[in-house]
């Protein structure tokens, strides 16, 4: 068996260093090794998001949706208006729950919000709070990331979304987001929801001021977790968003303006997604794009860089909105599938944890008004 990082595709009795390789080698190695693993399906999951506070004291510098408190635009949800706002979509099967840092909302409120959910909508996955906000929880209740991930488990939560990864090298989380939690913690409340049952994504923030060598140490962190636990469903790699955002105005200052620092991120999106497919592929298997950081068009892109799967129809996108994100808000079912089939694969929809979808389980999907769709 090829050792992290390697394989048999190098050819005959080699490895491959799929570091060094060549961008147009290593590309056209991740689309047999996708080919290989996933064949020409595409998958796709019907979610939504449910930002359900914008206050937050952490203060990431690549982050324009998160607002101190007391601040204009500093609110967090009651219960019920988050009911509503998911009541808008009642077709889709998960519901993805991220918030800021509200220092007011007590655990109580987290594991009602899920409580609450669960009744009314029994059809729906609950894919809920990044380990940043159950690190916030275990403080607030005094209890360690075991405790804390059995009573959100008990109160419904079905997985949970592994960001706040950012970048796992703490000397790059300081220079990004000084109050983040470090690495270290990251990976035990991630290892301590895998323990409990629980599944998660892993994800990476690039294109900001990341070396490769950073990207590598990531990428071995998430292999050792996945080796040690097998749970997570996919890898995420997501786009650094610089628009309207502090360390988007540095950075393009830096770079001689926004239109170098694009390209700069573009670049490293088309040599990151291959590399992950090739270095974490044994492993996590399924490779997710991102439509809302890279366009609709840049997604299908994507697919030949070996991505297998398309994201969610997202319905309610804050967070790169917030940023400047110029894609849109939420995608139609129809829209993405159309996109898929207009590259050469065949889509297909998709559970939260990558299985069948039940049809007829869930309410009647009606199409929105274009107002909620998407931007290619």
């Known amino acids: 068996m ?12 080699t490895v491959s260093d799929f570091w060094k390789m060549p961008l147009e080698e290593l590309r056209n190695q991740a689309a047999v090794e996708t080919l290989r693993r996933h064949g020409r399906k595409i998958t796709y999951v019907v979610n939504r998001n449910a930002n359900f506070t914008r206050v937050c004291t952490v203060g990431c510098a690549f982050c324009g949706f998160g607002k101190r408190p007391g601040s204009v635009g500093a609110t967090s949800d009651r219960i019920d208006e988050v009911l509503a706002r998911v009541g808008q ?29 669960r009744e009314a909508f029994p059809w729906m996955h609950l894919h809920a709070f990044s380990p940043m906000e159950i690190d916030s929880l275990c403080e607030k209740a005094g209890c360690e990331p075991p405790e804390m991930m059995g009573k959100l488990r ?20 300081r220079k990004i ?12 409340i991630v290892k301590a929801a895998h323990q409990a049952g629980v599944r998660s994504s892993a994800t990476i923030l690039f294109g900001h001021v990341e070396r ?6 990531h990428f071995e962190v998430l292999q050792r977790v996945q080796e040690e636990t097998g749970g997570f469903t996919e890898f995420v790699p997501l786009a650094f968003v610089p628009y309207q ?42 490779l997710q794009t991102s439509w809302v950081k890279l366009g609709v068009a840049g997604a299908v892109e994507s697919l030949g860089w070996g991505c297998n799967d398309f994201g969610g129809t997202l319905y309610e996108e804050a967070i790169t909105r917030s940023s400047g994100g110029k894609h849109g808000e939420g995608l139609e079912p129809e829209q993405m599938e159309s996109a898929i089939r ?23 999907r009606k199409v929105l008004s274009p107002s909620c769709r998407g931007a290619s």
């Open 89 to 117: 979509t009642p077709w889709v099967t998960e519901v993805c729950l991220q918030g800021g840092i509200d220092p007011t909302l007590r655990p109580e409120y987290y594991l009602d919000l899920i409580q609450a959910l």
């Open 342 to 364: 207009g590259a050469g694969y065949e889509p297909q929809e998709r559970s939260t944890l990558y299985g069948s979808v039940k049809k007829g389980v869930s309410p009647r």
């Open 212 to 217: 490769w060598e950073d990207i590598r140490r």
């Open 245 to 286: 955002n502090r360390l988007g105005a540095i950075l393009s200052k830096r770079a001689g303006g926004m239109k170098v620092l694009e390209e700069r991120i573009r670049k490293r999106a088309m040599r990151l997604y291959p590399l992950a497919r090739m270095v974490l592929g044994q492993s996590i298997p399924n």
């Open 154 to 173: 008990a109160a419904g939560v079905g997985s949970i979304p592994g960001t706040a990864a950012e970048i796992l090298v703490d000397d790059v989380r």
């Open 2 to 13: 090829a050792g992290k990082g390697e394989s048999i595709l190098g050819g005959e009795g």
């Open 177 to 188: 987001s000084r109050n983040k939690l470090p690495a270290a913690r990251w990976v035990e």
